[in-house]
């Protein structure tokens, strides 16, 4: 039998290396152990009893002496928050997530290749002011803030707390800055030669060459949005999203027949869209989210 030539190339190499190699081989499993433990350990969850999860007996990955295979029939209608049913939230998950990523994304896009590419008064100071915010967080503005929101009458108010997510000094603006920054001028100058506005050149040149970073900062910032609960529990209290009927569920148990089980299935079941959307754009974040960088 032929030997991989991977194994081939491992046996020539150093003494010393190959103890590295094998090193990192086994923190590497240990990690990936210890991710993928608490979905096993949620997964058979979903199987057991009242009774078992106040058995010692029963451990944490242990299959269930008597498994029942009920719970993930009954999910949709038992998991419930405060009159909310799953599908109320999982609508409020979707437009929650899919709005607060288009304006920040959109906001940081457009400020950061405005920093980048073009010198006007105040440039540096609006550089400064997005590794300020980023690098020193300020504490104790949450009740001005809400005072605030709730004067302009934006809490529980949909339609215009989307304002408050169009600041442009996150994290995404000093990555798209970087990239911006390391795209040739030349792109730029030949099309103002050809008669190209600066917005076309924008949305024609600019866009499409930075749309592999975009595309990957949406992808992982995804993950962020859709597990936050906070902003759902303090500023839309009335639009409850998955995240938060999983913060607050513990308080509605005594509308579940087995409710440990239907809170570890509603965790898995909303896994899944985030985990789906970040297998699917996997090589992308992979090669092009270390475009950015801190340039100026």
């Known amino acids: 039998m032929k030997t991989p030539q991977a194994l081939q190339k491992f046996r020539r190499k150093p003494t010393s290396e190959k103890v590295t190699l094998c090193l990192f081989f086994v923190f590497f499993v240990l990690m990936a152990f210890i991710y993928i433990y608490p979905i096993l350990f949620c997964f058979l969850s979903t199987f057991k009893t009242n009774e078992d999860f106040y058995d010692a007996q029963s451990g944490f990955l242990i299959w269930p002496a008597h498994p029942q295979f009920d719970t993930w029939s009954h999910i949709f209608e038992e998991f419930t928050f405060g009159g ?14 899919v709005l607060k990523l288009f304006c920040t994304t959109a906001c940081s896009m457009m400020l950061a290749y405005a920093v980048a590419r073009y010198r006007f008064p ?19 503005s949450g009740s001005t803030a809400y005072k605030l929101f709730d004067a302009l009458n934006m809490v529980n108010n949909p339609a215009l707390f989307w304002i408050a997510w169009c600041s442009g000094f996150d994290m995404t603006f000093i990555i798209l800055h970087g990239v911006f920054k390391g795209i040739s001028k030349s792109y730029s100058e030949s099309a103002k030669i050809d008669g190209a506005s600066n917005i076309r050149i924008l949305f024609s040149i600019m866009i499409p060459l930075a749309a592999p970073t975009i595309i990957a900062l949406l992808v992982t910032d995804s993950i962020g949005v859709w597990n936050d609960y906070a902003t ?11 995240a938060y009927g999983l913060y607050c569920f513990p308080n509605e148990v005594q509308y579940a027949t087995n409710p ?24 992308i974040i992979m090669t092009n989210i270390t475009v950015g960088g801190l340039k100026g």
């Open 122 to 140: 105040g440039r540096g100071l609006l550089y400064a002011t997005a590794i300020f915010v980023q690098t020193i967080p300020i504490f104790g």
């Open 260 to 283: 440990n089980a239907v809170y570890y299935a509603a965790m898995l079941i909303s896994m899944l869209p985030v985990a789906i959307l970040y297998a699917c754009n996997q090589k």
């Open 232 to 242: 759902i529990q303090i500023y839309l209290r009335d639009y409850a999203t998955i």
């Open 84 to 97: 909310f049913n799953f599908w109320t939230m999982l609508w409020n998950s979707i437009w929650f997530t």
